[in-house]
């Protein structure tokens, strides 16, 4: 294939990478589901809650496992059996509701639907810092904004539709729609030619450890630095998974305090738009800091995002404004989203692209573990969990503190 069609291909690649993320992503507006499945069926918070962090606990892990069989089998393969399985579990979760089986809504939305999400997940991720080593923090957020933006879709879009057809013709519907587009985008992945490198493009010292250089995953977990990166990913996932799962309702809570005479429908929607409008910024903030990763560096942006979020994590039990608070809502999810995206260049810059696919993946067990505690603390420390959640992001801020690049040394 010549230089100007393999320049065509990566781009190529990366619109069906967000295009996929976008459908990923809608995962991020349980939160609008959540009060409809617990009014129609009279399930519990906690109970109700399970289903969302199952979803994320799964894709964590089989990101990871994941991102060992992009390594092997390659990015298409892998990438279409997620977009079935993401797919096929959320048609199951309204099949659930049409039940009410709740038991149903964990192996649907949680097992499969979160299996499915977290093989789609990794595998642009790990193709695309491949493709583009000249530009690995752009373009990784890139990737990374569209499931950022995927709950914007679903939360100005779904609640209206439960409204009007219910939850169960809602996830039908949605079900379908994520079989097509992303098994659509997943036949769009492939791997570049071995030591290929973009027309003109030779990597600095300071661009981090080059593809000879490269750890593979073994080795690279041996070193205190991966489990740093793990640890930090943890940390920021834990503070802002807790969030957007309950952001629903802690806007409808702030709205009440002004609007005491507002509807039940018209306060779920307009938590639904605060919902929508915050994960815009999930999105745009995983663009802009992977964007700044660029320029300033992986570490620093690390540290501004930790420490400016544990200062309005203190801040946001005392919001009592919509606008404030919807300000607030805003960079938080921009933080979130872009830890998201620095951490896999901040891995790769660490740890060399040649076995990407297996030292992020499994990185991103720190989002499966992030998908139980987070969500766990604040359904069940409402009183004190954003207190807790400032105190996570403090450790995170001295974690990027501390933090230096591994050495290379020449492989055994």
Request: aromatic content about 12%; hydrophobic content about 55%.
């Amino acid at each position: 294939m010549s230089e100007k069609n393999l320049e065509s291909s990566r781009w190529w690649i990366a619109i069906a990478a967000i295009v996929m993320q976008l459908s990923l992503g809608t995962v991020y507006a349980w939160s609008v589901f959540k009060k409809p499945l617990m009014t129609t069926h009279g399930w519990g918070e906690t109970e109700t809650q399970v289903t969302f962090m199952i979803c994320i606990f799964v894709i964590g892990l089989s990101a990871a496992f994941g991102g060992t069989l992009v390594d092997k089998k390659g990015p298409k393969f892998v990438a279409t059996i997620g977009g079935i399985l993401f797919g096929v579990g959320t048609l199951l979760a309204g099949l659930a509701d049409q039940i009410g089986s709740i038991w149903l809504l964990y192996l649907g939305f949680g097992l499969i639907a979160g299996l499915g999400n977290g093989f789609g997940y990794v595998t642009p991720i790990a193709t695309l810092i491949r493709w583009f080593p000249d530009k690995r923090g752009l373009v990784t957020g890139l990737a990374v904004m569209g499931f950022g933006l995927g709950a914007f879709f679903m939360g100005k879009i779904a609640p209206a539709m439960v409204i009007s057809m219910g939850v169960a013709n809602t996830f039908y519907i949605w079900g379908l729609i994520f079989l097509v587009l992303v098994t659509g985008a997943a036949q769009a992945y492939k791997n570049p030619p071995q030591g290929w490198l973009p027309a003109g493009f030779k990597p600095a010292a300071s661009s981090g450890v080059t593809a000879a250089d490269s750890f593979t995953f073994e080795r690279a977990a041996k070193t205190p630095q991966w489990w740093m990166l793990w640890l930090m990913l943890f940390l920021n996932i834990t503070a802002g998974l807790g969030l957007i799962s309950q952001l629903s309702p802690l806007a409808q809570d702030v709205i009440k305090k002004t609007l005491a005479d507002i509807s039940a429908a018209e306060l779920a929607l307009a938590g639904g738009t605060i919902l929508a409008i915050a994960s815009i910024f999930n999105g745009l903030g995983r663009l802009l800091w992977a964007w700044i990763s660029d320029a300033i560096g992986r570490k620093n942006v690390f540290i501004i995002m930790f420490i400016t979020q544990a200062v309005l994590y203190i801040l946001l039990p005392q919001i009592g404004d919509k606008l404030i608070f919807t300000i607030i809502a805003c960079y938080l999810l921009a933080c979130y989203g872009g830890g998201f995206a620095t951490m896999p260049a901040f891995a790769a810059d660490s740890f060399g692209p040649a076995y990407i696919g297996k030292v992020y993946g499994m990185m991103l067990t720190a989002w499966g573990l992030a998908g139980v505690v987070g969500p766990l603390v604040f359904a069940q420390l409402k009183g004190i969990a954003l207190y807790v959640a400032a105190g996570l992001l403090i450790v995170g801020f001295l974690l990027a503190v501390a933090y230096k690049k591994p050495a290379v040394v020449a492989k055994a």
